[in-house]
């Protein structure tokens, strides 16, 4: 039951309260949604495995790391012109749980959201993959499977999930998507100011703390000190719960600073 909760507190770091249905910012998304309405549970994969294909043709977008307590937490959004979106949120609890949730969007319209989580607790693993399928706004079909293993998971097939009552649960969607995009542009509870720059025997960290929730944290691995770093080692009190205009990057699962020297880089999250 600790496990449980503390994937569901993972989930909650990108949840706002308040939001009951996901209305989108395209100058389109009040008009009908074309093609999602009669999309059945086969197509939307066929939509939702075509995304994936060309993710590479896609922009490119994420977050800091994100820390609390234990907790981590990650997202990513895909995007086109007037296709297809992808959000994905990475959520991990250090070795008792991890999970990926991947929202799938056709015309605005969220269509599928796909979840694959791993618990850890004194009997072994489990794993599990859950989708859920949606028209507009509303779920009508869910499936899912489970094994001990990654390499069991995959031979089994999924099995659908029955309604209570007819009915499935109302899931507020909205909230996990507006929660992901202020973690990508550092806004809301996302709204990150510095704190200090740690150094470590081998290593150097600029570190951030939320300006409205002060639990949320961000560490980012200096690799490389430039002027810039210099003036936060040397006048740490002159930056002191400010917010930093800095470049970065993910790798090995770690936010990574880049120079102000490399120009390839966006004033965020770098952009691919």
């Not at 859950?130 to 028209?135: E, L």
């Not at 470590?200 to 980012?220: E, F, H, T, V, W």
Request: hydrophobic share 35%.
């Amino acid at each position: 039951m600790k496990t449980i909760y503390l994937l569901c507190l993972g989930v909650l770091l990108f949840t706002l309260p308040g939001c009951k249905y996901f209305k989108s910012t395209h100058p389109q998304a009040g008009l009908p949604e074309e093609g999602t309405t009669n999309m059945t549970d086969k197509s939307i994969l066929n939509y939702a495995a075509s995304i994936d294909r060309t993710l590479r043709d896609y922009k490119k977008e994420y977050s800091l790391i994100y820390l609390s307590g234990d907790l981590s937490v990650y997202a990513e959004k895909y995007s086109a012109h007037n296709d297809g979106m992808l959000y994905k949120t990475y959520t991990s609890n250090g070795t008792i749980s991890n999970a990926v949730k991947s929202y799938y969007f056709k015309n605005d319209s969220l269509i599928l959201v796909k979840e694959r989580i791993k618990l850890m607790n004194e009997e072994g693993s489990v794993f599990k993959d859950v989708r859920t399928y949606m028209r507009n706004n509303v779920i009508f079909k869910i499936d899912s499977r489970t094994a001990s293993s990654a390499e069991a998971l995959r031979t089994l097939p999924y099995l659908p999930v029955q309604a209570a009552d007819n009915k499935y649960p109302d899931e507020s969607y909205a909230s996990d998507v507006k929660g992901i995009n202020d973690a990508i542009q550092g806004t809301d509870k996302f709204e990150m100011v510095f704190d200090n720059i740690s150094t470590y025997p081998d290593a150097l960290y600029i570190m951030l703390k939320s300006k409205r929730q002060p639990n949320y944290k961000s560490s980012i691995l200096v690799k490389t000190k430039d002027a810039y770093i210099d003036s936060l080692l040397n006048f740490p009190s002159l930056f002191k719960d400010d917010q930093l205009n800095f470049k970065w990057k993910i790798e090995d699962n770690t936010s990574i600073y880049v120079p102000v020297a490399d120009t390839t880089t966006s004033a965020r999250g770098l952009n691919k």
